[in-house]
């Protein structure tokens, strides 16, 4: 199936044309990073208004990048939620309008469910994992460990209990003077830094439980700071650099405790936060012949993107008869939830 996918949670418009669920024919992106950098992070009425502006341009550039007319497009899908509403609303609209114009059919989508199943596409530079296994989002909004069994089969063994890693990212960055989206800004000073100069704590440092925790890291920054005056040089470098080796040693320490409680051989990493290049290489290195197979979602597919909803949006289509004309029922659902709870640290897996 030819699938065209939109994506408007927050700021970053985009859109893309997928075959049969796998093969990314075209994602477009438009970011609104200038728009929000001089505020800090994103504006939300500011980030509806430009997704407005963008919408057109970027599904037409899909559609010529792909070759592909509207009409050769099959089914559409978009997504519902989690994010913003007004954001949300823009694609929504959008994707409803184009399937009742052409008469096919339209799916809501998960935008977590779209980042823990972006590696099923084909992908050059990753294999695809075979189910289950163990998808670790580590977003703006999210840090979550879930189970995945199989698409729209999901389990939620652990989350954030305040900030998420990469609004503790954002949020630290900030405190430091550092631009937005700071994530991006700390992984890139991280590198000249030490990541043992500051002993940073590590929240909720058990394998007992899976939740996470960032607030209390952000404030150790924030009492740091305290005590030294504006940082520059190697100075900042280095609180850059142990703060990110923090919230690296948290995630990989759940992640892998997640494994071994599910019998789980297969770990997936992905959201905006994974395309950070330390979590990277210490994933690599701590998994390296520890019984757990790592897929990590390619760089450009991490942060938000149409294409990464694709294995979902041929899932779903393909459930829809070509009567059943889904759009009317589809909404914007700003606090969209994924999967059933936690399950037992006893249920095993292969
Ligand atoms: O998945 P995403 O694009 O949007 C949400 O679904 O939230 O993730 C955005 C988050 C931001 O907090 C951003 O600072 C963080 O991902 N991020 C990074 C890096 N690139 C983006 N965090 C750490 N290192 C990076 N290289
Ligand atoms: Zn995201």
Redesign the pocket.
């Known amino acids: 199936m030819l699938a065209l996918t939109i994506e408007s949670?927050?700021d970053?418009t985009s859109a893309a044309v997928i075959g049969d669920g796998r093969q990314v024919l075209s994602n477009a992106v438009a970011s609104q990073i200038p728009v929000h950098q001089r505020y800090g992070g994103v504006v939300p009425e500011l980030a509806s208004r430009n997704h407005i502006i963008n919408i057109d341009a970027v599904v037409d550039e899909a559609l010529a990048d792909a070759d592909v007319e509207l009409r050769d497009i099959e089914g559409f899908g978009v997504t519902a939620g989690p994010g913003l509403v007004g954001s949300l609303l823009v694609g929504i609209e959008t994707a409803k309008s184009l399937a009742w114009a052409f008469d096919r059919p339209c799916v809501g989508l998960n935008?977590l469910e779209a980042?823990l199943t972006t590696v099923l596409l084909d992908l050059d530079d990753v294999d695809r994992p075979v189910f289950p296994y163990l998808g670790l989002v580590v977003?703006?909004?999210?840090t979550d460990l879930y189970v995945v069994d199989g698409i729209g089969d999901y389990e939620l063994l652990g989350r954030t209990r305040d900030d998420?890693a990469?609004?503790a990212?954002?949020k630290v960055a900030k405190m430091l003077g550092l631009p937005y989206?700071?994530?991006?800004a700390?992984?890139r000073l991280a590198k000249k830094g030490d990541p043992e100069a500051v002993d940073f704590p590590r929240p909720m440092w058990t394998r007992k439980n899976l939740d996470f925790s960032f607030s209390g890291l952000k404030t150790a920054v924030s009492l740091h700071l305290d005590e030294i005056s504006e940082p520059e040089g190697q100075q900042l470098a280095d609180i850059c650099a142990s703060f990110q080796e923090a919230v690296v040693d948290v995630l990989l320490m759940k992640a892998e405790a997640a494994c071994r409680q599910q019998n789980l051989e297969r770990l997936v990493l992905s959201?905006?936060?994974a395309?950070?290049?330390r979590l990277r290489d210490r994933a690599r290195r701590d998994f390296d012949g520890e019984g757990i197979e790592l897929f990590i979602t390619p760089r450009s597919l991490?942060?938000?993107n149409a294409a990464m909803f694709g294995p979902i949006a041929d899932a779903y289509l393909s459930r829809c008869d070509s009567n059943h004309f889904t759009s009317h029922r589809l909404r914007a659902r700003a606090n969209m939830a994924l999967g059933t709870s936690q399950r037992s640290p006893s249920s095993s897996h292969r």
Do not use: L, R, Y
């Open positions: 949670s927050c970053e935008h980042h977003s703006g909004g999210h998420a990469g609004e990212f954002d989206p700071g994530g991006v700390i992984d959201g905006g936060v395309s950070n290049s991490c942060t938000d």
